[in-house]
């Protein structure tokens, strides 16, 4: 904490595997890593600013193969008065989503094979 401005940071490990038939797996669809950071600009009870960027590490898909690590970034703010607030969150305000750095199906048009959604998939527009 400095002055106005705190700084949150969490990290997660998720050592997840599945066991069938002897055998030890990585689990798919699940991020190994992740990382939650957020700082917030707070003028005590007036108003709130925070900026949040959230990692998440490469997962393993059912197919076998890995997807792409990536990140998220938001925004939020909050405007206090004596009997009412105004809450605003701006959700992945740079546009992070799968269909911009992998595939969400291989295949054509009219016989798609559809892959692992493991990122968000609606961007801003």
């Known amino acids: 904490m400095y002055k106005d401005f705190k700084l949150f940071i969490g990290y997660t490990y998720a050592d997840v595997n ?3 038939d002897n055998v030890k797996s990585w689990f798919p669809l699940t991020a190994r890593h992740r ?3 957020v700082l917030i600009y707070e003028h005590e009870g007036s108003l709130k600013i925070g900026l949040e960027a959230y990692y998440f590490s490469p997962q393993k898909l059912n197919d076998g193969s890995i997807g792409k690590s990536y990140w998220i970034f938001g925004l939020m703010t909050e405007k ?3 009997n009412f607030s105004l809450f605003i969150n701006f959700e992945d305000f740079t546009d992070t989503r799968q269909t911009k750095f992998d595939t969400i199906y291989t ?3 009219d016989n798609p ?3 692992d959604i493991y990122a968000p998939v609606m961007g801003l527009w």
Do not use: D, E, M
Request: glycine letters at 6%; zero cysteines; charged letters at 15%.
């Open 18 to 20: 599945s066991h069938f």
């Open 35 to 37: 990382l939650n950071n």
């Open 80 to 82: 206090l008065w004596k």
């Open 107 to 109: 295949g054509t048009i």
């Open 113 to 115: 094979v559809f892959r």
